[in-house]
C-alpha cells in the first residue's frame, strides 16, 4: 500500500483559492489514473476531479472550470488548483487511486465560509 498524505486546505472566503497537494510515499504512475475526492457532512465521498498519467484530465460538472488537477509524476505529487470557490465546496479532500485505490489518507479540510 502507498500512503497518501493531503495538504493544503484551510478557511477561506467565496471566491477566493486554494491549492491541494497530496504526496505519495511511493510511485504514483504505477495507479495511472490518480482522483480527488471530496466528503462533505452526511454527503457520500465523491470524485471531483481525475487525470492520467499522460495528463488527461476530467472534472465532475458542479467543479468544472474552477478546479484544476495536476501531477508531478517525478515528485510522486497531486495537486488540485481550486478557484472561485463556494460554500458548498466545503468538504474534506481526499486522492486516491480511481481504479486500484489504497488506504484513504486523513484528508485536508477545505472550508468556504464569509
Known amino acids: 500500500q502507498v500512503q497518501l498524505v493531503e495538504s493544503g486546505g484551510g478557511l477561506v472566503q467565496p471566491g477566493e483559492s486554494l491549492t491541494l497537494s497530496c504526496a505519495a510515499s511511493?510511485?504514483?504512475?504505477?495507479?495511472?489514473?490518480m482522483g480527488w475526492y471530496r466528503q462533505a457532512p452526511g454527503k457520500q465521498r465523491e470524485l471531483v476531479a481525475s487525470?492520467?498519467?499522460?495528463?488527461?484530465?476530467n472534472y465532475a460538472d458542479s467543479v468544472k472550470g474552477r478546479f484544476t488537477i495536476s501531477r508531478d509524476n517525478a515528485k510522486n505529487t497531486v495537486y488540485l488548483q481550486m478557484n472561485s470557490l463556494k460554500p458548498e465546496d466545503t468538504a474534506v479532500y481526499y486522492c486516491?487511486?480511481?481504479?486500484?485505490?489504497?488506504?484513504w489518507g486523513q484528508g485536508t479540510q477545505v472550508t468556504v465560509s464569509s
Open positions: 487525470i492520467t498519467a499522460v495528463g488527461r484530465a
Open positions: 486516491n487511486a480511481v481504479i486500484r485505490p489504497q488506504n
Open positions: 511511493g510511485s504514483i504512475l504505477s495507479f495511472n489514473t
